[in-house]
């Protein structure tokens, strides 16, 4: 096989398993929102529609960079992934996840501010915030520019700094988890988190509805570090408000659907 082929295929695998890992954790948080939020969606299934088509095409970008690392740490040793354990101390295992957060949600806030410049909002972040409100399909709705510059942060990490590969698997189910939770339009977490002072440095779903609300405030993605040093963090979004609007009308289309 040549060279250019199995990295294809590569490639190929790795868009693969980002959109059917989309598919799968948008799709448990859309169930979830159903079943513990009734009718919030309601009205929604164009919108849903066009973010599930967006983030497929996200997928595909993710999975390229994704899949040629994948490739050169496979065939060539690339990359400071490693698989022995004993390789480096046991502390370091949530060290480095905590690194890896820290550095994406740094990369994430600076590009994400960029990006509301009014030039660039309406290039490559205008597809994302047409979602109003996001729903849990939101995740990973982006353009094409902003996709990119979310596809190549974990890729070139991982050249930078070592990283056990279940600390990496770590790394991702976080990023994948959050990111759909912070658009399903409703708080997972207990009150005492989100409102303690956990909740004061955590970036969670209060957090960024706030972000889609208001635009021009709350622009991080795992910690309000960012936000609060440089004075863009306005506090945690509410839901009532939201909730109420939706599901009224929800209910009002379960009785016709009852009577029908
Ligand atoms: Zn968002
Ligand atoms: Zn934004």
Redesign the pocket.
């Known amino acids: 096989m040549t060279i250019a082929l199995a990295i294809l295929l590569s490639a190929l695998a790795m868009t693969a398993i980002v959109g059917v890992r989309y598919l799968l954790t948008s799709g448990a948080f859309a169930l979830a929102t159903r079943v513990k939020h009734p009718g919030l969606y309601a009205g929604l299934d164009r919108q849903m529609g066009k973010e599930v088509r967006w983030s497929l095409a996200s997928a595909a970008i993710y999975g390229v960079p994704a899949g040629v690392v994948a490739w050169g740490w496979q065939n060539l040793g690339w990359t400071r992934i490693y698989t022995e354990a004993a390789a480096y101390p046991l502390w370091y295992l949530p060290v480095s996840v905590l690194l890896y957060l820290f550095a994406h949600d740094t990369w994430f806030y600076w590009t994400h501010r960029w990006m509301h410049v009014p030039k660039w909002f309406r290039i490559a972040h205008a597809v994302?915030?047409a979602s109003r409100p996001?729903t849990a399909w939101?995740a990973m709705s982006f353009h094409p520019i902003e996709a990119l510059t979310g596809a190549l942060v974990i890729p070139a990490l991982v050249f930078l700094i070592p990283i056990h590969i279940a600390a990496l698997g770590t790394v991702l189910a976080i990023m994948t988890i959050m990111g759909v939770t912070?658009?399903m339009g409703w708080e997972m977490f207990p009150r005492f988190m989100t409102r303690g002072p956990l909740g004061a440095w955590l970036i969670t779903a209060s957090h960024?509805q706030r972000?889609?609300e208001q635009y021009g405030c709350n622009f991080g993605l795992y910690f309000r570090f960012w936000d609060r040093l440089c004075g863009t963090d306005k506090g945690l979004g509410d839901f009532a408000r939201s909730h109420g609007r939706r599901v009224p009308g929800a209910a009002a289309g379960r009785d016709a659907g009852r009577a029908a």
Request: no cysteine.
């Open positions: 994302h915030h996001p939101a912070n658009h960024h972000h889609h």
